[in-house]
C-alpha cells in the first residue's frame, strides 16, 4: 500500500530522483510505458529532459519519494514520447497512487500560479511557514482554495432520486450535488441544494465519504439521505430532468456503468444493496 506524506520541506540537494507533476494548464506531462502504461517523470530535474518550469517546489513523499509539483510555460516543448494529458483522461490509465498525488498537485500548481500578488494590496507574496503564502506589508496570507460541494444520493423506498444536469451532456443521469455557501453547515447544504434544485424535502442526511476533485478546486462531500415530502419540481433551471429510479430502472439509464467518482460509489452502494 502505498504510502503519502505531504511535505513543506525542500531538500538541499537533489541527489535522487523525484515524482515530476508537471503541468501545463490544468494537463499532466506523463508518458507511455513500454508496457503500454501511462506513467510521469522520475527525474532529478525537469532540466534533464529540457524542461524550465515557471515555479516548482516539492510538497511530498511517495513512499519516500519526493513528489515534486511544477508549472510549464505554455510553450514548452514536448519530449520524446511525453503528451499532456487533463486528469480526469488519466483515471484508470495512471497508477492509483500516483494518480491521486497528481489530484494533490494540480490545486497545488494553480493556487501557485495565481496567488503572486497580494489580493488586497498587491504587493508579491512571500513563502508562510505553512501551505500558505503571506503579504510581508498586510500580513494577509493566501492558502490554496478548496471549495466544499455536497454530492447526494436521495432514497424513497426502493427508489433513488436520478437527475441530468443541463451542463452535462445529453442522456447523463447523477445524483444531485452543489456548493456549500459560506456559514453554511453541509447538512444546510444538502436541504438547501434539493429544495432549491428538485423541491424536495429530506431527513436523515448521513454522511457517505469525500472525494477530492480538484477541478479546478473542489472536496466533494458524499452524503445518503431518505425522501421527507414534496412533488419534483424543476425550479432553477440547472436540472433539465429529474424522476425516481429502481435499481433496475437506474442500470438501465445509467451507462456507462458507475465511475471512479463518489457519484458513482454513491450509485453503486444503492445498486449493490
Ligand atoms: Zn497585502
Redesign the pocket.
Known sequence: MSHFISSLSQPTERTKVGWWFAFRGPRLLVAQTAAGQLTIPAVLDLAEMGLAPLRSHCFGLLDGRACYAAELPEEAALPENYQFMGLRQLFGQLDEPLMRVAMRALPIVDWDRNHQF?G??A?PLEPAQDRAKV?P??N?RAYPRISPAIIVLVQRGETILLAHSARHPQGFYSVLAGFAEPGETLEEAVVREIEEEVGLQVQNIRYFGSQPWPFPDSLMIGFVCEYAGGEIQLNDGEIAAADWYTAESARQLLTPPASVSIAGQLIESFLQG
Do not use: D, E, M, V
Request: include cysteine; proline fraction near 0%.
Open positions: 497580494c488586497h494590496c504587493t503579504c506589508q498586510c494577509l
